[in-house]
Each structure stands twice: as C-alpha cells, then as structure tokens.
C-alpha cells in the first residue's frame, strides 16, 4: 500500500459533476481552496449541463467525457469519487482500482450481482481501497448502535424493518435517460428502483447493522416481494418485501415514489431483549429495553452527509479502516437482484386509483400511503392484508444466488 504524508494534498478526480455529483463537487472546490486536496480532472458526459464547468475550466482543470481520458493524460491519481448512473459504477470502479487508484463510489454498488463479485476481486487484487456512499453507515449514532448490535446487548435479533414513502413527480422520471429503467438502450443492467437508489440506503442500513464485523452486512437467506408501479415506467415505483436474513431475522422494506405523503425514513428493531426505533416518534434512534432502561444514539442526519468523503481521505492516507466497502455494500445488490426475479411482473396499479396533481406535475395512489404504514405497523405484505390490487411474489431461495436473473448463469444449448 502507498505510503501517504498525512499533510499532503491527495489528488482527486470527480466522476459526475452534475446531477447528485453536483454536490459532492461543491465541497470539493471548497476543500480545493482550503489546500485540502488537488483536483487534477472531472468527467461528466455532458459538461454543458452542469453548474460546474465553468469553474473547472477556469482553474485550468480538464473535464473529460471518460474516465479513460483522464488515465491517458494524467499519471497518477489519489482518490476517484464516481458519482454516475448505476450502471456505470462497476466499469468506472475498476478502471480506477487497476489504474492504481483508490476509490469513493457513490450508492450502490452495482446493479448484478455478478458484477459486484467481479469488482470485488478487482479490489482485493489491486491492493486499493474504495468506499461505496452509504452515508448513515458513516455516522456515529450507526456505528455505536452497530457496536452495541455486535457485543450482543440486546439479545438476538428477531425483526427489522423500514419504511420509506417519498412522493416523486414527473420530472424526477424524465430527468435523465434511465430513471425507472431496468436496462439501458444497451442492453445494460440499471435496475434503478426506491430499493435500487433513493430508499437504497435504508435498505442496505438493516443489512449493514446485523453485519458481523464493522466492515460487513448480513446476507438474505430467501426474499418474496410485491412490486408495483403508477408511473409509466419499465420497473417499479413502490414495494414491500421480506427477507430472511442469516436464516433467523425477519427483515421488511417498504418504499414508495407514487405514495402522496412523505412519511419516513423510519425503521424499528426487535431484538430478544429490547426494541431499537427511528423516525417512527423521534429523530433519534431510541433504544427501549425490555426491562426499562433506555438508550439515544443520536440522529444519523444530523452529521454532514459527506461525512463520507472526508472519512475516504482518512482511507488514502491509512489514518482510518474501510467502515463500508463493497463487501459491505454487496448484500443490497444481491437483495434488489432478488426482488426482481421474486416479482418479475411489475404489476401497475388500477387506474381508478391514480390521482394527478391540480399543476398535473405528479400522481399518487389513493391510500397508498396509509396501506403501507398499517403494512409496517403490522409487519405484513399487501396481499397478506386482503388488499385487491395486491399480487404476491414469489419466495426466492438466496443462498446459492450467484447471478442475476434467475442466480445462476444458464448454460448454452450446445455446451458440453
């Protein structure tokens, strides 16, 4: 591993510098300012439709379409932040890792499964680090509770589960060319889903708690699903799913863009001995003891959300241990992979249900809102509550669930 001055600007290149990049490059210029770092290059795809270009340009910093540009002009590069679509994360991660880069990738990781184990091997082989985004796994309240999880204080756990309803116009599906898309007009995997980008961090959060080591999250055992969709679009816009995690804990999603309230994020822990809660009466994470005694870790957003970037500069400079990596990261994307096989059919919702806006910008499924809260108050599916338009999923086996679709690659006809 390279040997890094701890006082010495790293080098940085931003990997999508408009959309959510847009963000991660306002603290960059202000770290760049501040003698922080040295950003050697930016790649955005379109340039023209980003904030900033211009100042890229100004400070005679290159932007580039790719990421292969970049390793053609420049030598060496410290840190690589990739914040693109889903489907360029795996190729632009393991082009930086094997260009002797370290790496920050926003979530998720991937969009298979396949290509989550191939990065990761990538990684180990490379002998770099990377980081993928997951921004509550860098808080201190989640850490701490993880802490507690793992010296056994509650007891084992028994159910977890989250919901999250965050109402999405249509702009937010005509934003870009793969919003809601399952592949690209490539033939590419997106998958992009509440499960597989905006609500992607609290599912991969229940995961990452009941990991066994701080760097790690548990993996599904089985997952059965209902998705469903409102919008026009090729995947889903809201679901309800439950998994098995490491064969004995009951784990619940629930997520929606078509819901009309905002309600969440909010999840609840049981555990033998007591019963951890966020989001459902207070924004802090409460631990209520069977016996009485109670606990407050805090609220995991309160802290800077790029609390990751500066926690990946610790990394480069071997002060700090990887807390979310994509080993971490790998059983959110074996979990969407298996919500996609267990409800293939991305059933739409009845159109007598759908209510449009007074400005027409956005829709809503009448009740939805209230159908999913009663589901997570209750620690059910829709179809398990008699509700008409629900359509059950099917119950996949996840232990030997290597690719997606179908977890295991099929062979061809005339192979011996």
């Known amino acids: 591993m390279t040997s890094y001055n701890k006082h010495r600007p790293i080098s940085v290149v931003m990997v999508g510098i408009g959309g959510y990049g847009h963000h991660y490059t306002s603290i960059l210029i202000k770290e760049f300012y501040r003698g922080f770092i040295n950003i050697k290059a930016a790649v955005e795809l379109f340039p023209d439709n980003s904030f900033h270009t211009q100042w890229f340009l100004k400070q005679g910093i290159p932007v580039y379409h790719t990421l292969e540009q970049v390793y053609t002009n420049i030598n060496h590069v410290d840190l690589v932040i990739i914040a693109s679509p889903i489907h360029f994360h795996i190729p632009q991660s393991s082009l930086a890792l094997e260009q002797g ?39 201190s309240p989640i850490q701490q509770l993880k802490k507690d999880i793992q010296k056994g204080l509650f007891g084992k756990p028994i159910r977890i589960k989250t919901l999250c309803l965050w109402p999405r116009g249509f702009e937010y599906y005509s ?38 080591k701080i760097d790690s999250s548990a993996l599904p055992s089985s997952i059965e699903a209902e998705t469903y969709k409102a919008y026009s679009i090729p995947n889903y816009d809201t679901i309800a799913a439950r998994v098995l995690v490491n064969d004995e804990t009951e784990l619940l999603f629930y997520a929606s863009h078509s819901a009309q309230k905002r309600l969440g994020p909010m999840f609840n822990l049981q555990f033998e001995h007591a019963t951890v809660t966020y989001g459902e009466t207070s924004k802090t994470i409460l631990c209520e003891e069977n016996q009485g005694q109670s606990l407050e870790y805090g609220n995991p957003d309160s802290e800077n959300p790029f609390k990751k970037f500066y926690e990946s500069i610790k990394v480069v400079k071997n002060l700090k241990k990887v807390l979310c990596g994509p080993e971490a990261a790998y059983p959110q994307t074996l979990t969407v992979n298996g919500i996609q096989d267990s409800a293939p059919g991305k059933h739409s919702f009845p159109s007598s249900l759908i209510q449009h806006s007074n400005s027409g910008e956005s829709l809503w499924v009448k009740d939805l809102d209230k159908i999913l809260y009663n589901c997570y108050l209750n620690s059910c599916l829709p179809s398990e509550k008699g509700i008409k338009w629900a359509v059950k999923g099917k119950r996949i086996n996840m232990k030997t669930y290597r690719f997606f679709p179908g977890g295991q690659p099929q062979r061809k006809k005339n192979a011996l």
């Open 175 to 212: 934003r870009n060319d793969w919003a809601g898309k399952v592949k690209d007009k490539d033939g590419n995997w997106i998958l992009d889903s509440p499960a597989n980008n905006a609500m992607a961090h609290f599912l991969h959060n229940l995961l990452y708690l009941l990991g066994k």
């Open 101 to 139: 880069s370290h790496v920050l990738c926003d979530k998720p990781l991937a969009s298979t499964i396949q290509d989550a184990a191939a990065l990761i091997k990538i990684k180990k082989d490379s002998a770099r680090h990377m980081l993928v985004g997951y921004q509550w796994s860098y808080s």
